[in-house]
């Protein structure tokens, strides 16, 4: 089972930035899609951004031009570049890997794609 801990969450003012990482396990986020989904008070969860065994990318429409999924293998770390902050952006943020898969993405962020997930990491913009 690989274990996934999301930090780097916490409050700040709209326009600010944050970077979230997450830490996993194994040798996890150079061989798995791995991705960040996020979730606000009483809406469904939803995907913001994708990483496939390449490196290459997908974003959800509304974080495009702002947000930034990166990872550094040799640490087996993922990391959410997220800058120009929205209110709309509050959520409880959540690392998860397709442990199952090959390696690729789909841009459809299907949750139950997804097998290993982190327990979240809050962020709160504020105005």
């Known amino acids: 089972q690989v274990q996934l801990v999301e930090s780097g969450g916490g409050s700040v003012q709209a326009g600010g930035s944050l970077r979230l990482s997450c830490a996993a396990s194994?040798?996890?986020?150079?061989?798995?899609?791995m991705a960040w989904f996020r979730q606000a008070p009483g809406k469904e969860r939803e995907g913001v951004a994708n990483?496939?065994?390449?490196?290459?990318?997908i974003y959800t429409d509304s974080v495009k031009g702002r947000f930034t999924i990166s990872k550094d293998n040799a640490k087996n770390t993922l990391h959410l570049q997220m800058n120009s902050l929205k209110l709309e952006d509050t959520a409880m943020y959540y690392c998860?890997?397709?442990?199952?898969?090959?390696?690729?993405?789909?841009?459809?962020?299907?949750?139950?794609?997804?097998?290993?997930w982190g327990q979240g990491t809050q962020v709160t913009v504020s105005s």
């Open positions: 998860a890997a397709d442990t199952t898969g090959a390696g690729s993405c789909w841009g459809d962020f299907q949750e139950y794609e997804y097998s290993s």
């Open positions: 194994g040798h996890t986020v150079n061989r798995y899609c």
């Open positions: 990483i496939d065994s390449d490196g290459d990318t």
